[in-house]
Structures are given as C-alpha cells and as structure tokens.
C-alpha cells in the first residue's frame, strides 16, 4: 500500500494555505476533501497590515483608507473613521492560486470524506467514505470548525456570530472614495431587544456588499430575521437595489474549547478552534501561521518522535501565552452574548475611545496577556456606571472560570502543550 507523507484533510482556506507552505518545503502532501475544487463561499477581509506584503500585493481584491463605524448614544449618533485600512480579499484569485500550486507539486485529490483514523505505531490509517484507506506519516486536520478526528478541553458553550450578506446592485449608492462600514450600528425602527450591525463594502460605484451581522450570540436569530432587517436597513439609507448577485448565510461558532495537548493529528484552522472567540476573524492567523508549521514539519518529520512533532506543532499554534489570551477573550464573548443593544452601544462607544493599538491589538490577536489584560482595565475605565456593573457582572456570574485560568500561574504549567 502507498504510503502519504503528509494527509491535508479539507480544502478551505486552511488545507489550502498548509498545504501549499509544506509542498514549497518539498514535503509530499494528498489532500482528502468532499469537493476540493469547489469555489469558497464566504466574502474574506481582515485589518490590510495583518497581512503578509506578497500576500497584499496579490490577493486584496480591494482596500479600503476610511473604514467607519457609526454609534448612538445619548448624545445622539456619532462617526468614527478608524484609523487602518481594510481590505476585501481576492478569494477566488487565492484559491485558484493555492490549487495550481498544489497540482504543479503533483498533490494528489481524494474527492470525499475522512471516516475515521486509526493510529499504529508511527503510521495514521484513514478510513475513507469512498472505502479506500490512506496510511500517512502524519495527519493535519484542517475540515472546519466541526472536526470529530480533534480531542478538544471539555465540550463549551456554543456561540455564534451569525450574518446575513448579499451583493447588490445599486443605483449610485453615494459611498464614499475608501469609505466602509465596518460596524452601523444605527438604531432600525423595529425596536428589537438584539444588538445587530451594517458591514458595508463597495465594489463599484454600483456594487456593495452588505451584511447584516450579530457579533456573538446565544440566541435563536434566523437569516430570515437578518435579511429583514438588512432590508430595513439600506430602505433607511436610502440605498436603492435593483438586484441581488448573490447570498452569504454566515454562522461562525465562537469560542470553541482549546485542542487539548496530545493530538494524533495537528488541527489547523477552525479544527484548532483559532477562530477569534470575540470578533470571529481567522483568516490572517491562518496565513502567518501556515508557513511556520509548515518549516516546522519539513525540518523534523522524521526526525524528531511523532509525538514530540505533533506536541511542537501545537505549541506554534496554541502557545501558553495564546492560551492565556484566548482566556480573557472568553470573558469578553461571554459579555458580548449578554448585552441588550444600549449596553452593546455603551460598550463600542469605549472600546472604540481606546487607543488605536489597544482596540486593534484586542481585534487582531496580536496583544500579550499583560498588554490585553491592560487593555480590558482601560476600557473598563472608560465605561459608564452601568457597564461597569454589567462588565463585572458578566466577569464573576459567567466568567470567573476563564479570568481563574488567564491568571493562574499554574494554568501554563498544566494545560500547556
Ligand atoms: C460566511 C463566513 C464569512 C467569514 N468571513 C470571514 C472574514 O471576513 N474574515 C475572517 O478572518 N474570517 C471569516 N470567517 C471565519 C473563517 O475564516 C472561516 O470560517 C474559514 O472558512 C475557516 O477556514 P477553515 O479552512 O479552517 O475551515 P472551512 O472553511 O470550514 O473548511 C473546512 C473544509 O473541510 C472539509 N471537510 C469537513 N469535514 C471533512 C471530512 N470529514 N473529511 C474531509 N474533508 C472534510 C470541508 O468540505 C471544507 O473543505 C467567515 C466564516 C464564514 C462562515
């Protein structure tokens, strides 16, 4: 029986981003997926500098100088620009790009799914839907936020960010040059006790992309009940549609538990629960990191004990300090999943009042424990009463697990990898 260096399971941005890292280091990967050429669906963007320079410059479909948020409060409705450029990302260039790469590297396809595996000694065998067995040197499970193949810490609260988009033609909608929205949060008139947000992105002087957006919820909310008030929304604006190109249905789960430390496979991507657990970005975690897993494997496939590698890898990917992080960013979705749409109101009037590296650092991932521990102390600082007592409410009635675990000193010492 053939034997596979590597096996790439899935073929989302993830697989692909991996996969295409460790044929460029010269390792062998087959890549098992339902479909693995079919189009992604979901629209990608993320903050423009958390991307590599060659990635900018070929895959941002387009970027945006004057990215805005728009708040109410007492004092009435109020703009912000924020201060970063955001960009729209090429996906259909990227994934075209990934799959001819991996063909030049003769990667080979397996159009269906993974059953189960099986470990034996330094082998993985995968049990194929098609009834075929594949024998790996090491697995990377990359199939979505609803890997079975990944032991996880404990079974968590599900939470979701939920949206609803569409790309619509317009007449001239009136954007304006480098202007998005990437949080509206301006009052609709139906009085709904749910915060829910415009992301608005022009295409062309004719073209958007809109989405209705519930940052982190709990709640049954429907598409049906987004795309209502989607609608309502562009009516208020006065955005006139006159067609409709086409439809996301978005559902990303928040705050997935942490792989635990002994894997038999590497999770990657939503499998290794990287998605943000506050803001549900993953997309450039997954770019910067690939590659670092990738030169990993490369150099020590082979060399270094299978569970030594898979216990290295991990680490790349779920560092003790990105553990702690990820703790105190629970406590911030458990708020977030709790606040009617004033205190949400309340609650992005401070953190946008941060300053530029606070806010961005908390929405990129990109802060040390202490820096957003820091972080969470000004914004709490920078809160009205009422938030106060609600921040730390929310902290002792429905977090005190994860503030427990973001500052034991033993949490590194027992849950690191
Ligand atoms: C609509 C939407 C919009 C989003 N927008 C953004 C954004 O703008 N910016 C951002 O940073 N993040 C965004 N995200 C979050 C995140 O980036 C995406 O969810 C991303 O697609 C996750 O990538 P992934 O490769 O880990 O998993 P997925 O894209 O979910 O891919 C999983 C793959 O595994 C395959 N698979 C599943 N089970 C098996 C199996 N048993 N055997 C073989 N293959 C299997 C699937 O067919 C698929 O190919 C968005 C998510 C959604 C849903």
Request: with cysteine.
């Amino acid at each position: 029986m053939k034997n596979h260096q590597i096996v790439v399971i899935g073929s989302g941005p993830a697989a692909l981003s991996v996969a295409v890292s460790l044929v460029e280091t010269g390792v062998s990967v087959s890549i098992v997926a339902p479909d693995p050429f079919a189009a992604w669906v979901p629209n990608y963007g993320g903050w423009a500098d958390q991307f590599p320079d060659d990635f900018a410059k070929n895959y941002f479909q387009q970027t945006y100088a004057a990215p805005c948020v728009r708040l109410s409060g007492s004092g009435g409705a109020s703009e912000r620009v924020l201060r970063g450029r955001y960009a729209r990302i090429h996906k259909t260039k990227l994934q075209e790009s990934y799959l001819s790469t991996l063909k030049e590297h003769a990667v080979s396809f397996f159009d269906t799914k993974v059953s189960t595996i099986e470990s034996e000694g330094k082998k993985d065998h995968l049990q194929l839907e098609s009834g075929q067995v594949l024998t790996a040197d090491l697995v990377i499970d990359a199939s979505g936020a609803n890997s079975s193949f990944v032991q996880k810490q404990g079974k968590g609260k599900e939470a979701y960010q939920l949206a609803y988009g569409q790309t619509i033609q317009t007449k001239p909608h009136g954007f304006r040059c480098g202007e998005m929205r990437f949080m509206d949060f301006t009052p609709l008139q139906d009085n709904e006790n749910i915060a829910t947000f415009l992301y608005a992105m022009p295409l062309s002087h004719d073209t958007l992309f809109v989405e209705e957006t519930v940052l982190a919820t709990r709640q049954q909310v429907s598409f049906d009940f987004l795309k209502a008030r989607l609608e309502m929304r562009l009516e208020q604006e006065g955005i006139d549609v006159t067609g409709v190109l086409d439809e996301e249905f978005c559902k990303i789960p928040l705050g997935l538990p942490l792989p635990k430390g002994q894997q038999r496979v590497i999770p990657f991507g939503a499998a290794a629960s990287m998605v943000h657990p506050a803001s549900g970005y993953l997309f450039s975690r997954v770019i910067a990191t690939a590659p670092e897993i990738a030169k990993h494997i490369a150099a020590n496939l082979g060399q270094q004990p299978k569970a030594e590698l898979l216990k290295a890898v991990l680490n790349i990917i779920w560092p003790s300090s990105r553990r702690r992080t990820r703790e105190l960013y629970m406590i911030g979705l458990e708020m977030l999943t709790r606040m009617d749409p004033k205190r949400n109101r309340d609650f992005f009037n401070a953190f946008f009042e941060l300053p530029l590296e606070s806010w961005r650092g908390f929405l990129d991932d990109t802060l040390t424990p202490y820096e957003l521990g820091l972080t969470m102390s000004k914004m709490f600082a920078l809160s009205k009463t009422g938030l106060r007592f609600s921040l730390v409410h929310n902290t002792v009635s429905h977090a005190s697990e994860h503030l427990f675990k973001a500052v034991s000193p033993s949490f590194t010492r027992k849950e690191r990898c």
